[in-house]
C-alpha cells in the first residue's frame, strides 16, 4: 500500500469548512483513496472513498487531484461533532480489512 | 451505529494471561478483520478472515491467533499476554456475503475492547 502523510492537526471555525491535506505520491494506479475518521474513545467511521473522480456523499466530498499524488477530504460546514482524528489511506479495492492507517491529522473544530 | 458488536468493552489481565475478544460483524459481512490501537497511535492490522479463513495477517507474533464462525462472528486470542499488549482492539466487518463479491476497503467498526495488563 502506498505510504500517505497529512499535517499532525489542524483547526477550524464552527461552520466553516475543513480541507484536510493527504499526500500520497507513490500511490499506484489500481489503488483507491480512502478516508475514516476516529471520534475519541469510538471505533474508526468510514467517510468516503475514490480512485480518481471527485466523490461527494452525505458527510463530506473528496477532491483527488489530476496526477493523483495528492487529495484533500472537505467537510463543508464543521460542527463541533467533527473533532476527531482524520485518517487518509490508499489501499487497493479488494484488500477487503487490510487497511494501513497512518497517524491521521486531528482536527479541532472550535466555536 | 455500524452493526458490529464487541465485547467485553473493558478488562484487565495480567501478565501471561490469556485473553479471547469477540465481534459479531454487521449483517450480511462475511470478512472480519482485526485491529490494535495504542494510546496515541493509529490502528495497526492484525489479520483478517474471510468465509472462516485466515486472508492476511500483519506483523502480530503467532500468540495472536483468531477464528471465525460459519454465522461470520470472530474470536480473537492473545496467549501469554505481555504489558505493550495493553491497547484498544478494534473489529470491523467488510464485504457481502450472498453477492460473492470480493470484500471492500470500506469497513465497519465497532466500538473496541480495551485490554489493560498489569
Known amino acids: 500500500d502506498a505510504k500517505t502523510t497529512q499535517p499532525p492537526s489542524m483547526d477550524c471555525a464552527e461552520g466553516r469548512a475543513a480541507n484536510l491535506p493527504c499526500n500520497h505520491s507513490t500511490i499506484s494506479g489500481n489503488e483507491y483513496v480512502y478516508w475514516y475518521r476516529q471520534i475519541h474513545s469510538q471505533g474508526p467511521q468510514y467517510i468516503i472513498h475514490?480512485?480518481?473522480n471527485n466523490e461527494t456523499n452525505e458527510m463530506a466530498s473528496l477532491i483527488i487531484t489530476e496526477d493523483r499524488k495528492s487529495s484533500t477530504l472537505i467537510l463543508p460546514h464543521a460542527t463541533l461533532r467533527d473533532t476527531a482524528v482524520y485518517y487518509c489511506i490508499a489501499s487497493l479495492y479488494n484488500q477487503g480489512g487490510k487497511l494501513i492507517f497512518g497517524q491521521g491529522t486531528e482536527l479541532s473544530v472550535k466555536p | 451505529e455500524t452493526g458490529v458488536t464487541q465485547s467485553p468493552t473493558h478488562l484487565i489481565k495480567t501478565r501471561g494471561q490469556q485473553v479471547t475478544l469477540r465481534c459479531s460483524s454487521q449483517s450480511g459481512h462475511n470478512t472480519v478483520s482485526w485491529y490494535q490501537q495504542a494510546l496515541g497511535q493509529g490502528p495497526q492490522f492484525i489479520f483478517q478472515y474471510y468465509r472462516e479463513e485466515e486472508n492476511g495477517r500483519g506483523n502480530f507474533p503467532p500468540r495472536f491467533s483468531g477464528l471465525q464462525f460459519p454465522n461470520y462472528s470472530s474470536e480473537l486470542n492473545v496467549n501469554a499476554l505481555e504489558l505493550d499488549d495493553s491497547a484498544l482492539y478494534l473489529c470491523?466487518?467488510?464485504?457481502?456475503?450472498?453477492?460473492?463479491?470480493?470484500?471492500?476497503?470500506?469497513?465497519?467498526f465497532g466500538e473496541g475492547s480495551r485490554l489493560t495488563v498489569l
Open positions: 475514490g480512485l480518481k
Open positions: 470491523a466487518s467488510s464485504g457481502a456475503h450472498t453477492s460473492g463479491r470480493t470484500p471492500t476497503g470500506e469497513l465497519f
